[in-house]
């Protein structure tokens, strides 16, 4: 998804471990007071779905429910503070593939969406979103590039600074 607007607000941060990268998302979870969507860009094993399983906890997820990639379900649903959408787009091709999800429902409904392979998704489909592009470092490190769109995550983003 391409940044053709100007971004309200950006960051960047470095996780050293999957632990971390989960710890960022229970952080992340635990700020949010209202529906937001989350685009998640990366490369297979970068962190997006660990990222989730953090964000899952932060939202009050019950840790009965086990926080796993949507590849094969798609949507993956959970209840929480916010009710919770973990959406994966890696298996779609098609713009008709991703109309018959309902996916518009989804993003533009009352809760959290964390969508992986988010840059599958049309351009300026969400004017307003979080985007996290997911980058292996060295080791287990993961740069995660915060990009805020929207009052929303522009109130997240200060938040993760303080």
């Not at 996290?132 to 983003?157: C, K, N, P, T």
Request: net charge negative.
């Amino acid at each position: 998804m391409p940044h053709r607007d100007n971004p309200a607000g950006e960051i960047t941060l470095v996780t050293a471990s999957a632990a971390e990268t989960r710890r960022l998302g229970e952080r992340c979870g635990r700020r949010l007071r209202t529906p937001l969507v989350i685009c998640l860009i990366g490369d297979l094993g970068s962190g997006k779905t660990v990222f989730v399983q953090g964000l899952a906890r932060g939202l009050d997820v019950s840790a009965d429910y086990a926080v796993t990639s949507p590849s094969f379900t798609l949507i993956n649903e959970y209840p929480g503070r916010l009710r919770l959408f973990h959406i994966d787009l890696y298996r779609l091709d098609a713009q008709a593939d991703l109309d018959d999800l309902g996916l518009a429902e989804i993003l533009h409904g009352e809760g959290v969406a964390a969508v992986e392979w988010a840059e599958k998704l049309t351009d300026g489909a969400l004017a307003e979103r979080l985007e996290i592009r997911f980058e292996f470092g060295d080791d287990d490190r993961r740069r995660l590039h915060m990009v805020a769109y929207g009052q929303a995550s522009l109130i997240l983003l200060k938040a993760l600074r303080s």
